[in-house]
């Protein structure tokens, strides 16, 4: 899994935290992403976008890390924002009910306001 991180100052949210991801989402690996976004929402940008564009499978561990990054970034009045969920992604989180829960844009761009 690759992580990449890029700060947008003038997107049409505000300063803008991007995290892109892709491949497994997986106990092994969320740990990273857990990091990624503490530190973006620690930040303090008016959003952070998670572009799982590239995302192929997410586990129980993935979830759970997304939904800690949520509470994180509600308590600092940070909006998060998860972007690109291919369809096998998209059902875990409709399976969970998360889907009512987070802010779901279908691309990045939308995600962005572009």
Do not use: C, W
């Not at 892109?20 to 952070?48: N, W, Y």
């Not at 059902?91 to 969970?96: C, E, G, M, T, Y």
Request: no cysteine.
């Amino acid at each position: 899994m690759q992580i990449k991180t890029e700060v947008l100052e003038n997107s049409r949210l505000g300063r803008t935290v991007v995290i892109s991801t892709d491949g497994e989402v997986d106990m092994h690996e969320s740990p990273r992403l857990r990091k990624a976004l503490i530190d973006s929402i620690a930040f303090r940008p008016a959003a952070v976008v998670v572009d799982l564009a590239g995302v192929t499978f997410i586990d129980s561990s993935g979830v759970a890390t997304l939904v800690e990054a949520m509470k994180l970034a509600k308590a600092a009045g940070v909006e998060l924002i998860l972007a690109g969920m291919n369809d096998k992604v998209r059902d875990v989180f409709a399976l969970a009910r998360l889907d009512k829960f987070f802010r779901l844009a279908a691309t990045r761009r939308e995600a962005l306001g572009a």
